[in-house]
């Protein structure tokens, strides 16, 4: 069954285009810094947003009119599951991810909900094949159902933790056999309200311990995918164990987890830790742990998590010059982890928002590419830090000083000048390459 007929193929257009269901910057093959923009961008489309999402929020119920919104939750998730695929074949992304429970409903028992789940997956690995579409990554729903109340992987209740391993290693199984490029963990409850009823030290080896059955349990079945965190400052929890991304590296590298896993950052979860999003790109590159992105945007005017599509040109650049300085995100990929806005409720919105995303991310990967073409901050950098080329400083860079040695070039009181940074010199640069691609 198709779902949006009056809907047709979106196409490049290009910037003189006044077609509001065309591309006007992003175009597949279009080749930059040697590489389509389609391998530079591997965009996703969010099941969850776009096919479950209802346009609720908490004083409203929910607004999208959708044509797969059937009574049965089983012929909904089957109609959902028709519409993915029209939508990914009609707006042109190759990938898509989901949690569990968005693709099928739970039972009134592990063993019910398994079923589900097991024909569910075999609709979508029919229409994988059929259309060449593919799964960027899965992940696990731990944190609706009110038995996560305390967490999952970090819950007090032992019942609950098993079952959260239980649902993992599910979880991990349809990952493999949908062929997913990666397998994302997002601890939606994964944290605490306050210390005083909170073993914390217990709740982060557990935590380790469900990390590390799950590397156990991939290498087991044959899962090659790139295991992923997606670090989140707060919401549902006041204190997340996984806050940003030096949180979350920290935590790898003392349970002895950074060969197994990578990051998945999301842009709001970086304005909510109090972060640019090209600051956790960069924090994670400089760790060799970036693994993928979820894009969206916050408003910076309201404290949660709003996930609007990503449009602001300045973002997109930044994200995307981190993205091409570490050298891509490999098997990962930039995942719409968007909602359209409550009063967008007809389908077109959804196609709309879309292609309101890919252009600006294609936007800020050619603006990308000039500054590093022209190597306009290299440069700045490069001079910046030029003290350190000869001199005290080379030998400082080359770990070849003492303390000793340091008091004994300071005492010679030579004078010290510093120079001006430039900061609104070089916003300004910015934004005229930003406006001129």
């Known amino acids: 069954m198709t779902y949006f007929t009056n809907i047709g193929k979106i196409q490049y257009e290009g910037k003189g285009s006044d077609n509001p269901l065309a591309f006007k910057h992003y175009n597949p093959q279009e080749k930059i810094l040697g590489k389509t923009m389609e391998e530079h ?171 590390h059955m799950a590397v156990d349990y991939a290498k087991e079945i044959g899962f090659g995918a790139q295991f992923l965190i997606e670090p989140k400052p707060k919401e549902p929890t006041k204190h997340q164990y996984d806050f940003d991304a030096a949180t ?5 590298q003392k349970y002895g987890l950074t060969d197994s896993f990578k990051l998945n ?42 996930d609007e599509f990503p449009t602001d040109l300045y973002a997109t650049t930044l994200t995307m010059y981190e993205v091409l300085k570490a050298g891509g995100i490999g098997s990962g990929g930039i995942n719409f982890d968007a909602k359209v806005r409550r009063g967008s409720f007809e389908d077109e919105d959804l196609f709309l928002a879309h292609i309101a995303g890919m252009d600006s991310y294609a936007w800020g990967l050619k603006a990308a590419a000039k500054l590093i073409e022209d190597k306009v901050l290299d440069g700045i950098v490069d001079n910046r830090y030029r003290s350190y080329k000869e001199g005290i400083g080379a030998d400082i860079a080359a770990g070849k000083v003492t303390l000793h040695t340091l008091e004994q070039y300071a005492l010679q009181n030579k004078p010290i000048k510093n120079e001006s940074g430039r900061q609104e010199r070089i916003r300004l640069m910015l934004n005229e390459i930003i406006y001129s691609v």
Not at 275 to 304: C, K, P, Y
């Open 41 to 211: 961008l591997r965009f996703a489309v969010a099941y969850w947003h776009t096919f479950v999402g209802s346009g609720a929020d908490p004083f409203g119920v929910g607004t999208a009119v959708r044509g797969w919104d059937y009574a049965d939750a089983m012929d909904q998730a089957k109609a959902r599951v028709d519409a993915n695929f029209e939508f990914l074949s009609k707006i042109g992304i190759p990938y898509y991810c989901f949690h569990d429970r968005d693709i099928a409903p739970e039972g009134e028992t592990l063993q019910e909900t398994n079923r589900n789940l097991d024909v569910i997956a075999d609709l979508l690995e029919q229409n994988m094949k059929a259309s060449g579409a593919k799964l960027l990554w899965n992940t696990a729903n731990m944190f609706n159902n009110p038995r996560f109340v305390h967490g999952a992987g970090t819950s007090c209740n032992a019942e609950v933790y098993a079952y959260a391993g239980a649902q993992l290693k599910k979880s991990l199984e349809i990952g493999k056999r949908l062929g997913a490029e990666n397998y994302v963990f997002w601890g939606g409850r994964e944290g605490y309200e306050t210390l005083l009823n909170t073993d914390m030290g217990f709740e982060l080896d557990n935590l380790a311990r469900m990390f």
């Open 248 to 252: 979350t590296i920290a935590f790898l």
């Open 265 to 306: 950052l999301e842009a709001n979860h970086a304005t909510l830790a109090g972060h640019t999003f090209e600051h956790e790109i960069r924090v994670a590159a400089i760790n060799g742990m970036l693994g993928s992105l979820d894009a969206n945007q916050g408003d910076l005017l309201l404290g949660w998590d709003t």
